[in-house]
């Protein structure tokens, strides 16, 4: 018997244009392919003189599942996914049904990961550049992580100043869910920060909503949607929404030339050595760990290990 082989495909949006070259092949090679009933629909004309398993919505193991005992038959099995199928994909569940298998890297099955586009950069390549910093995604689906932990997910993001992709944010049953959330990033972000809802990105039913975070839980939201929040310094400008990378921090913005007590290619004035110094030459003006930490909001105990990291030197 032939050894088996799983491909788990990411093939992005849905249109051909936007799989990859890889994606392509690992779905023209499977004997088997596998997967949630819409997605098999988006790579439909890829599928003639194959076996096609569909599974519904909360049949997510029952496709792992599906997907190793093909394989351990020796055919080629693609489980596909829209999006990345390794970001809230199926990537991961197939390694636990795997490992509890008994199977290991390298031994029978061989196993692929086929990246795709995800939701968040899908999205965010329609409404501009609003992942342009530092982000991050957080699911309001409770079915399978408690709200407690959702909730402090988001407030963490939110003070962080992150920009944040809200996936999964609102169902026929979950409708509460992007309520609390929006009242938890209010208390961090202005009510007039740019929001992005971004439903079905790059499909026939694609549509784009512009708003204010404080309008945010009223807008058409469902499974299909993705939500963009942004961070301190995203700004919306002729229906675009855009997040700076940082150059205004360190070069002027018409001329391009390094601001003064900055160096171009080295750290800002405020990088990690710059940022002790200055904490602790406010110490020396006699200025409290507590007023410094305010100052940065941080926790006081980031100005006490800088002044403990002073006097270890000194000593």
Known sequence: MSKGRIFLVGFGPGAREHMSF????????????????????LVQDLLDGKEVIKKGMTEELDRCIEAYEHARRGKTVALVSSGDIGIYGMAGPTYEVLFQSGWRPGEGIEVEVVPGTTALSACAALVGAPLTHDFCSISLSDLLTPWPVIARRLEAAARADFVIALYNPKSGRRTQQIVEASRILLRHRAPDTPVAVVKSAYRKRQSIQMTRLAQMADCEIGMLATVLVGNSQTFLRDGLMITPRGYANKYEPLTGEVKDGERAGHSLGLGLDGWKANVRDRLAQGQTPEEIARDFDLPVNEIEAVRNEESAHVA
């Open 22 to 41: 890889r994606a392509r092949q690992a779905i023209e090679a499977a004997d088997v392919v596998i997967g949630y009933s819409t997605y098999i629909k």
